[in-house]
């Protein structure tokens, strides 16, 4: 079982939908959680980090971390096809704090 | 501001060959770091450096070696290229509390 495990999709919602994207990860004493996108062809670029339970929201993204269940998840309100691309989840544990462990990443393509 | 530079962009290899790819970033990061994306996969980490003259080794290791020159400059070497590492290497730097990270435009590398 990978560490952190994301839904390989590809996940396609229509132009204004929510898309919802999820995220397992072992447990191992986690610490720190992040979103990435990247674009085809392009570097990863953070969306989000997230440090505790709950919901963290920065304009159209949600990102909501349950540490007891062990995942984290980022909602794209009023998706547009600008955010079509892959989403990474990352996570770094205590015991390598400076590291992190990324999934394998979810295609999310919005449609017109 | 630059953020993270990487150069080549991209570069073609003969097996056996030895290369350096160079990475810097402007950011004052302590923490730097190198990875390697494969078509359909996510980011696996080939080595990282937590500061100046520490480096430690990721999960890919092999065929490999790092240099941080200074706070700026953390380059990885291919001694003896093998097929097996064409792949996009990416660099990356990030704050040591935050472990953000923020990432170069990548290097494609092919080898033949």
């Known amino acids: 079982q990978k560490e952190v495990e994301q839904n390989s999709g590809p996940l396609s919602v229509p132009e204004g939908a929510i898309a919802s994207l999820n995220c397992t990860y072992s447990?191992?004493?986690?610490?720190?959680f992040f979103w990435y996108r990247q674009y085809s062809g392009k570097s990863p670029e953070l969306i989000m980090s997230?440090?505790?339970?709950g919901d963290k929201e920065d304009g159209r993204f949600t990102a909501q971390l349950n540490k007891a269940s062990q995942y984290v998840s980022l909602l794209i309100r009023d998706s547009q096809p600008s955010d079509s691309a892959t989403y990474l989840c990352?996570?770094?544990?205590?015991?390598?704090?400076?590291?992190?462990?990324f999934g394998d990443g979810t295609t999310l393509t919005v449609k017109p | 501001n630059a953020g993270v530079t990487q150069t080549p962009k991209f570069q073609v290899l003969k097996t056996g060959q030895s290369m350096t790819l160079q990475c810097a970033q402007d950011?004052?990061?302590?923490?730097m770091y190198w990875y390697r994306q494969d078509p359909g996969m996510g980011l696996r980490l080939i080595y990282y450096?937590?500061?100046?003259?520490?480096?430690d080794k990721g999960e890919v290791p092999n065929g490999y070696n790092v240099s941080r020159l200074n706070k700026r400059e953390f380059s990885l070497r291919l001694e003896s290229a093998a097929p097996s590492q064409t792949s996009v290497y990416f660099c990356?730097?990030?704050?040591?509390?935050?472990?953000?990270?923020?990432f170069g435009p990548g290097t494609r590398l092919t080898v033949t």
């Open positions: 990356a730097s990030s704050e040591a509390q935050s472990y953000e990270q923020y």
């Open positions: 447990d191992r004493g986690s610490q720190s």
């Open positions: 997230i440090y505790s339970n």
């Open positions: 990352a996570v770094n544990w205590w015991t390598n704090a400076g590291k992190s462990t």
């Open positions: 950011m004052n990061h302590n923490s």
């Open positions: 450096s937590a500061s100046e003259g520490t480096t």
